[in-house]
């Protein structure tokens, strides 16, 4: 199924705009796990299926594994979703950019290796090295907009001028080139963070119901009320509400997998009051 079909179903069957991060940092893993050979998947697989029903889709963020030497465990992760929980969209989180025949081997590696749904990539190289990404029509294309960190500012929020003349901010340049240009197969998203909330808005404003990746919610200390008012598409939805530590390590003993299924829930919740 394309990824925008198996999100927009994903939306309504769960009721949930909750994306679940999967950011495995084995130092905070629960003590029964330490000693196990395989804790990074062991860990994942649990938090995925206490929570599969509360989400719109799981985000394994691909430096997570790769640092500990654990790609296989994503690899397994991933076939394990597709698998036990149908229909529920994988995004990798890689945050790719280069040429176009280095981006190639990139797209290979996200949708063919690891088998995901969708990826997020950074823009600045410019359309052709997005090329790959877009071409698959039925893969996620999520494109780095207006980043949740506090240093997003330093680049994003210069003024720059358009081909008609106008003065804007870089972020909002890169959120109309895409959705006017880049987006005829209809499979582009943006990341805009929540830490953000009035550039979320404006970004909204521009892109009509294109879907916004937002992290940026729990440990960074973005605002559920502020996101979801500013960035809710027309319909009450077009929002992927990223969660990566508040949820995984909500909790630290043998019931970890329960705690992070509680706070899934509080966020599913808090986030639908504002729907
Ligand atoms: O593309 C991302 O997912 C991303 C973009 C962004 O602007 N900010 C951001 O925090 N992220 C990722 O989202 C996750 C946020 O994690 P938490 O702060 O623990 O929820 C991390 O994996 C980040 O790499």
Redesign the pocket.
């Known amino acids: 199924m394309h990824f925008m079909q198996s999100l927009h179903q994903a939306w309504t069957r769960n009721n949930s705009l909750v994306c679940v ?1 999967l ?1 495995p940092e084995p130092a905070k893993f629960p003590a029964h796990l330490q000693d196990s050979n395989d804790a990074v998947f062991e860990f994942c697989r649990a938090i995925v299926d206490a929570t599969a029903d509360l989400v719109c889709s799981y ?1 394994p ?1 691909i ?2 594994f790769a640092a500990l030497r654990a790609e296989d465990a994503l690899e397994r992760l991933i076939a394990h979703i597709h698998a036990k929980h149908p229909g529920v969209p994988v ?1 990798l ?1 890689a ?1 790719r950019g280069d040429i176009g025949s280095t981006a190639q081997h990139y797209a290979t590696e996200a949708f063919e290796r690891y088998g995901a749904d969708a990826v ?1 990539l950074n823009p600045y190289l410019g359309r052709d090295s997005i090329q790959p990404f877009l071409n698959r029509a039925d893969k996620g294309v ?1 494109l ?1 907009c ?4 506090p240093g ?1 500012a330093d680049l994003q929020d210069l003024r720059v001028t358009d081909e008609d003349g106008n003065s804007l901010p870089l972020y909002q340049h890169v959120a109309k080139i895409i959705a006017k240009d880049w987006n005829g197969h209809r499979n582009c998203a943006l ?3 929540a830490t953000w909330p009035e550039q979320l808005g404006e970004v909204r404003a521009l892109v009509g119901d294109m879907p916004l ?1 937002v ?6 200390g973005g605002d559920v009320e502020a996101v979801v008012r500013n960035g809710r598409s027309a319909d009450g939805a077009g929002l992927l509400i ?7 390590y909500a909790g630290n003993g043998a019931d970890f997998a329960q705690a992070a299924r509680a706070a899934t829930l509080e966020l599913r919740d808090s986030i639908n009051r504002y729907r």
Do not use: C
């Not at 992290?215 to 960074?220: E, F």
């Not at 990223?242 to 995984?248: F, N």
């Open positions: 991060g950011d985000k963020q430096a997570h995004i989180d945050k997020t999520i780095l207006h980043t949740s960190n997003a990341v805009t963070g990746l992290p940026g919610i729990g440990a960074q990223s969660s990566s530590r508040a949820i995984l």
